[in-house]
């Protein structure tokens, strides 16, 4: 059933765009990130384009330095629960972590939501970094990754038994390593079933649960290679667990800075990096890398030595997915530090196409083709211009060159990820 006839594209919703300036344009209302009409409005402009889903981040506490990463402040399932009432077809994506909350709290959350949206959810798995959310939930200290990941498959799999339990009947007896539930969810299956799964998360672990476990992985990539190699490890791990290569679709972060032309895009996303200080971008990057600040000289390459795996890699703060795209850009050009935060967009660890219409597209068709990406997490440069821009100017040029629907042909979002219904719908699907 799983098919890779046209690509797919999600709007990643990081607040009013993921340009550290975004909010410094004309029009971008700076406290839009709080404000439901925001949101709301760029979903209806995500359907206009007959885009596959909404997708929002979490961020269950500050950052330990907020000036180096801004501060998610809403919860993502209920901005979902307005969005859905405003939208008909708009798959809705939701992330939530395995590390800090209850499991039949949450399938009881998605499944609700998937229910009442007419089957177009999927939850996004991770187990969150930041150590200043642990606090926020009672931990003394961090869990280390290799707990946290342990946690994370328990976890998945008893709420996707949970869900199943809607479909069955058949109560859920789990008494396992973190948690023991006995009974069954109340809310009734939903149209496809139940809701789908993403994950993020790029170290082995993180890669391991996404092949055995989620339909779609949010990723980080910076270069076609390590895209490419990423994403042939991760349809191994779907093989080996006895699964179709084409239910797990890889859907790295893309930022687009959109212009006219290739001059006036440059112009806008140096615009949008002027109110950025080196400084910022430099923190981010070392706390990436899990280097000191001291190591990084802006005029020279990131130290070969510095790109290694960290020591500890349980004990290593960050992202190894993040740090990995990072690594794999520093080694393949070299680039100097200067260079480097260019390429990063401020220090995020996604990879920013700036250009034409035309050259976004051509972008999107060669990663797709090379068997890189299955489709993107849009990550507009601001909200809803950025957004707006790529649904009139971009997405005719990829419908043109038969890489994109014209229209919704399927109304739940596993349908239209091309993965299998569970259960009885599978058979009949
Ligand atoms: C593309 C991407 C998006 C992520 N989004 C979130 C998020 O919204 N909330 C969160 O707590 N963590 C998020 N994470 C971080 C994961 O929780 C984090 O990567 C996790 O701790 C596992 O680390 P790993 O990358 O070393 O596997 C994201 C990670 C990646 C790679």
Redesign the pocket.
């Known amino acids: 059933m799983s098919r890779r006839d046209h690509a797919i594209l999600n709007v990643n919703v990081l607040d009013v765009g993921v340009a550290p300036g975004a909010w410094t344009l004309d029009d971008v209302h700076a406290r839009s990130f709080v404000d439901l009409d925001h949101f709301v409005d760029i979903a209806r402009i995500a359907e206009r384009g007959t885009l596959d889903a909404f997708f929002l981040?979490?961020?269950?506490g500050f950052w330990e330095n907020p000036r180096v990463k801004p501060t998610r402040a809403l919860e993502p399932s209920v901005i979902l629960g307005a969005v859905a009432a405003a939208t008909e077809s708009l798959g809705l994506i939701g992330?939530a972590?395995t590390t800090f909350n209850d499991p039949y709290d949450l399938a009881e959350r998605f499944a609700t939501l998937d229910l009442l949206s007419g089957g177009r959810v999927a939850w996004?798995v991770?187990?969150?970094?930041?150590p200043t959310?642990s606090t926020n939930f009672g931990f003394e200290t961090m869990p280390d990754?290799d707990e946290?990941y342990r946690r994370a498959e328990e976890f998945v799999a008893l709420v996707t038994s949970l869900w199943e339990s809607t479909r069955t009947g058949v109560p859920v007896a789990h008494h396992g390593e973190f948690f023991r539930v006995e009974g069954a969810l109340r809310v009734p299956a939903s149209a496809q079933g139940q809701p789908a799964l993403i994950q993020?998360?790029?170290?082995p672990?993180?890669r391991e649960l996404a092949g055995r476990s989620a339909h779609g992985v949010?990723?980080?990539e910076l270069t076609l290679d390590a895209g490419i190699r990423h994403y042939r490890h991760v349809k191994d791990v779907a093989r080996t667990a006895g699964r179709d290569p084409g239910e797990v679709k890889i859907l790295p972060?893309l930022i687009t800075v959109i212009g006219a032309t290739e001059r006036e895009a440059i112009e806008r996303y140096d615009r949008l990096r002027a109110h950025v200080s080196e400084g910022f971008g430099i923190e981010r990057l070392a706390i990436t890398l899990d280097v000191p600040v001291s190591a990084l000289d802006l005029d020279a390459p990131v130290p070969e030595t510095l790109l290694d795996a960290p020591a500890d890699q349980a004990n290593y703060g960050g992202?190894?997915?993040?740090r990995e795209s990072v690594v794999a850009l520093a080694r393949e050009r070299r680039p100097s530090v200067r260079q480097l935060l260019r390429e990063l967009s401020g220090g995020s660890g996604h990879r920013v196409v700036i250009g034409t219409p035309e050259q976004v597209a051509d972008t999107i068709e060669e990663w797709f083709r090379a068997g890189a990406a299955d489709g993107f997490n849009l990550m507009p440069d601001a909200l809803p211009s950025g957004l707006a821009t790529f649904v009139d100017e971009v997405v005719p040029i990829l419908r043109r060159r038969g890489l994109f629907r014209h229209e919704y042909e399927e109304t739940t979002l596993r349908e239209r990820f091309g993965v299998a219904l569970p259960g009885d719908r599978a058979q009949s699907a």
């Open positions: 981040a979490d961020g269950p992330t972590s996004n991770v187990t969150t970094y930041s959310a990754r946290r993020a998360g790029g170290s672990a993180g949010f990723s980080a972060g992202s190894i997915g993040f």
